[in-house]
């Protein structure tokens, strides 16, 4: 595998839009899981001031641009560059009449058309990709193949969003995973999920060796098993984990930001694939879902994001709702204090609906 560095990255979760809010919130370590009266749920939405409503185009154009400033990348630099843009996104459409269209009108006639016009560049070119809850990581790992060669792309920009809306409570309400109350990942009484707003723009590009790069890449894996749509494939998830353990050379991994979102089962097989490589026993684990929620098809950028945090100031974080750890959640889970201590590389787990399972190592670059 063709070693890339991540160069640039903007995010907004519910903390707020940026790094600096999503930093500050992690390692000030709240919730912003609040009960909605428009949602009937508890939900993570992004803060909104001064009545201004924020759209699919809006969100994207920040993440974006906030990627190229954090890459020192800029359009003028790009301008001649070929550059792919993959958008993460779901894989159904959701009806007009639950979408806000006095903000999502445009987005939603010509998605590649508005990318452009915030990037203003010419030699752009465009993929979509849909893993479910592991869109993120498998749009990376795509990237990373095809930045192998490299007369095809010299940049790949992976973005995507998720705003809130009644479509996307409904059909995750008619899985059974939606929480009544803010999420508890690994806890004995963690019942559910809580979806969460926010998006991201990762930039990847072919590591040279740069000072100015946020994290390499060192391996992902993916794989789709079809055992079942919805639960978890333990020796699938397993498999993964080891793929890229095993590809990337990695012998001493210093935490796990787990893919924990919440469920009863979920998180017990998470658990479970990870006692099964045994280079893992005792690595501190962590989740941020219980801070900022589930992002579905945009869950990768939070948790990549968060991951490069955690090793720019090495702390592991606990995490967020998790009180009375499950037997069945037989981990070194982080618990109400953090953990301090150098964190070279971090795994990053995802695992999506329909069998869709990923693992990512990041290694900082000092």
């Not at 428009?38 to 906030?66: D, Q, W």
């Not at 894989?91 to 058309?113: A, C, R, Y």
């Not at 990870?274 to 026993?281: A, D, K, P």
């Not at 501190?284 to 990549?304: D, E, M, R």
């Amino acid at each position: 595998m063709s070693i890339c560095a991540i160069k640039g990255i903007g995010i907004a979760t519910s903390y707020g839009l940026g790094f600096e809010k999503l930093k500050d919130g992690l390692l000030n370590n709240y919730s912003t899981i609040k009960y909605s009266n428009l949602y009937n749920k508890f939900v993570a939405e992004i803060p909104i001031k001064n009545n201004f409503k924020i759209s699919t185009y809006s969100l994207l154009e920040y993440v974006i641009n906030e990627a190229l400033d954090n890459a020192n990348l800029s359009k003028e630099k790009l301008k001649d560059k070929n550059v792919l843009a993959i958008i993460c996104t779901r894989s159904g459409k959701v009806p007009q009449k639950l979408i806000d269209l006095t903000v999502e009108s445009e987005w939603l006639k010509d998605k590649e058309f508005l990318i452009k016009k915030i990037l203003n560049l010419k030699n752009i070119y465009f993929a979509s990709i849909s893993a479910a809850c592991a869109t993120v990581n498998f749009a990376i790992n795509q990237a990373i193949n095809l930045l192998k060669d490299q007369s095809l792309f010299d940049y790949a920009i992976i973005l995507g969003s998720e705003l809130l809306n009644k479509y996307e409570i409904a059909g995750m309400e008619a899985t059974k995973a939606l929480g009544q109350f803010p999420a508890k990942p690994f806890d004995k009484e963690r019942a559910g999920i809580n979806l969460g707003e926010g998006g991201g723009a990762i930039i990847i590009e072919n590591y040279k060796g740069e000072d100015n790069a946020k994290a390499i890449i060192k391996g992902v894996s993916t794989r789709v098993s079809v055992k079942s749509p919805t639960q978890t494939d333990i020796l699938a998830f397993s498999n993964v984990i080891k793929d890229v353990l095993k590809n990337s050379k990695t012998n001493r991994i210093d935490m796990i930001n787990a893919h924990a979102t919440g469920t009863i089962e979920g998180d017990s097989a998470e658990c479970k694939a990870l006692n099964l490589c045994e280079l893992l026993n005792g690595v501190p684990v962590t989740s941020i879902k219980g801070a900022i929620g589930h992002l579905l098809y945009s869950a990768g950028f939070p948790s990549i994001v968060s991951s490069i945090i955690f090793m720019q100031n090495n702390i592991i974080p606990p995490t967020i709702g998790l009180e009375n750890i499950d037997t069945e959640c037989n981990i070194s889970a982080v618990n109400k204090n953090p953990i301090n201590k150098k964190i070279k590389n971090i795994l990053i787990n995802s695992a999506g609906f329909y069998g869709n399972y990923s693992s990512m190592i990041l290694s900082s670059p000092v």
